[in-house]
């Protein structure tokens, strides 16, 4: 049922599986302390790429989410966003009966989805033929079946869909969502990205472009380094970031924690060129304009900014002008930090951890700081609270997400203070 009026909408639940640890208690406790989880990629040998380093879930084992019959019946992007979704249900407190669950939805999307499993199932076809291809194989892999799967687990039969909108694609899921839920047509949505694709195909492609950090192979925990002058790249993280979205009365009348409100949500698009940012920021700053107009605020409210920030010359470069562009004056009272110095960039997922993480920086009043940021260059001359986390009295915060193809996103939130 739709309404004329635009309901609010709670954060009650976060859940995050990253290279910082598997749970939200661990990723925020890394970020906090300022900790790297970059490490050598172990999943194969990398050891003749260019890049050979990445932020790998450390001691994630499926069976703790999934049977283990049915392990390989799904993807590890489906297996991260079981457990995500997990950690997040569990810390709303949300149960869903009957009676609520067509008001109950999933959007959980994915940048890349299931690439490991083509990568084997590939190996399998030229080596053993195709009568040993799995049956499992296009299901496993298939970018919707993560927010399937997670219905299946909570029996929730509202709104069901995926984002693929590449590196935009975790924020997209959760403005999306939070649409859902303010147009009345659903209560309740588990929301966010998932992405694992440390492969040698996808390294491989990146490195390609020329997209990845190469420089600090030997010192993998100084390789992603947003706005320093010698940031040469990203580094490829995998993980997922969920958040339960609701709606606010009705969060309130079940007594369920809530970390914050959040107020907007814009999209854009660069319209410049498949990969490269526009050079001005010109998307990026219709994306925030945009959010800042849906949540009825003015540039000087926002206090904190949990950036892009991926570690590239170019995106890096882009993002401050659009910030300059957006805030004027004030760019220079924010503060702004990229946690991909710490988490890399999670591609797909990154835009449902940083929401994630917007979320907790609200509720706990502590900005995780930019790590990696010796000497700012050329053009990036604003507060990224660098090497140490920053205690804030913090009201209201925005996060970016920008992807290839010119495509963006901009989450505003508030602290919830009743």
Known sequence: MRTSTRRRVAVTGIGLVTPLGVGTEPTWEGLVAGRSGIGPITRFDASE?????????????????VDKK???????FIHFALAASQFAVDDAGLEVGPDEAGRAGVLIGSGIGGLPLIETMHKTLLERGPSR????????LIVNMAAGQVSIRYGMRGPNSAVCTACTTGLHAVGDAFRLIQQGDADVMLAGGTEGVTTPLCIAGFAAMRALSTHRNDDPQRASRPWDRDRDGFVIGEGAGLLVLEELERAERRGAPIYAEIMGYGMSADAYHMSAPHPEGDGAVLAMEKALADAGLEPESIGYINAHGTSTPLGDLAEVKAVHRVFGEHAHNLAISSTKSMTGHLLGAAGG???????????????????????PGEGCDLDFVPH???PMDLEVALTNSFGFGGTNGTLVMRRFSG
Do not use: C, M
Request: net charge negative.
């Open 388 to 390: 140490q986390a920053r």
């Open 353 to 375: 951890l940083e929401a994630g993480i917007l979320a907790l920086a609200l509720h706990h009043q502590v900005l995780p700081p930019t790590i990696n940021l010796d000497e």
């Open 133 to 140: 291809v799995s049956p499992f194989f296009i299901p496993g």
């Open 70 to 76: 049915d392990v390989k019946k799904g993807d590890l």
């Open 49 to 65: 790429y260019p890049s050979r380093i990445a932020g790998e879930v450390e001691g994630f084992d499926p069976t703790r989410w």
